[in-house]
């Protein structure tokens, strides 16, 4: 069973910066896909930011040129560098691996809990 963990959030001033990062345990072969994904109250799950195991990113147009995705592959781990964060950043942040348990299996998909995010003065 694979499992994320998330840390990282917290209460930050508008204009400020945070960072999270995400960490897999379990038993694995591969991480592909590792993916960042917000969800604010009241609204749907959004994607943040994705970066494939070449570390190719993309962003949602909302954060392009504000937040940064990175991965360390050693660790299994992803991180989210948010600068210039605006009130609307507030939400639920959570990570989204797409790896393999073995090499013949097919993909697993997994979230984390999340971890909150508040932008407010």
């Known amino acids: 069973q694979v499992r994320l963990v ?12 945070l960072r999270l990062s995400c960490a897999a345990s379990g038993s694995f072969v591969s991480i592909d896909t590792m993916a960042w994904y917000r969800q604010a109250p009241e609204k749907q799950r959004e994607l943040v930011a994705t970066i494939t195991s070449g570390s190719v990113a993309n962003y949602a147009d909302s954060v392009k ?3 940064t995705i990175s991965r360390d592959n050693a660790k299994y781990t992803v991180y989210l560098q948010m600068n210039s964060l605006k009130p609307e950043d ?6 989204y691996y797409v790896g393999k348990t073995t090499i013949w299996a097919s993909p697993f998909h997994v979230w984390g809990r999340g971890t ?6």
């Open 65 to 67: 040129g504000r937040f």
């Open 6 to 17: 998330e840390s990282g959030g917290g209460l930050v001033q508008p204009g400020g910066s």
């Open 116 to 121: 909150q995010v508040t932008v407010s003065s």
């Open 90 to 95: 507030t939400a639920v942040y959570f990570c």
